[in-house]
Nanobody, 112 residues
């Protein structure tokens, strides 16, 4: 059974950092496209960053220069490093596989 389990969310002051993790089981992460999305109440879920099997990375404009996606192939985990956090980054962050399968999400709250 394929599962995606996010962790690492929490509360952080403006300007702080967090590292989110997506533990993938049941499939090899490096054979899939793994994406991070985020969602706030009343808004559509928006794409944040992604990493392909060969390791190509892409970022949405709000994430460029502040967030970094990476993959640990030994542990089958995809990380999303969040730096210089702003209150508008407050959201539930979701891991996704191939634009098809979702994790349960992890909450990030940035205090102003």
């Amino acid at each position: 059974q394929v599962q995606l389990v996010e962790s690492g969310g929490g509360w952080v002051p403006t300007g702080g950092s967090l590292t989110l993790s997506c533990q993938i089981s049941g499939v090899d992460a490096k054979r899939n496209v793994i994406l991070w999305f985020r969602e706030t109440p009343g808004s559509q879920r928006e794409w944040v960053a992604s990493i392909t099997g060969p390791g190509d990375r892409a970022y949405a404009d709000p994430a460029k220069g502040r967030f970094t996606i990476s993959r640990d192939d030994d542990r089958n985990i995809v990380h999303l490093q969040l730096n210089e956090l702003r209150p508008e980054d407050t959201a539930t962050y979701y891991c996704n596989r191939n634009n098809f399968q979702w994790g349960q999400g992890t909450q990030v709250t940035v205090s102003s």
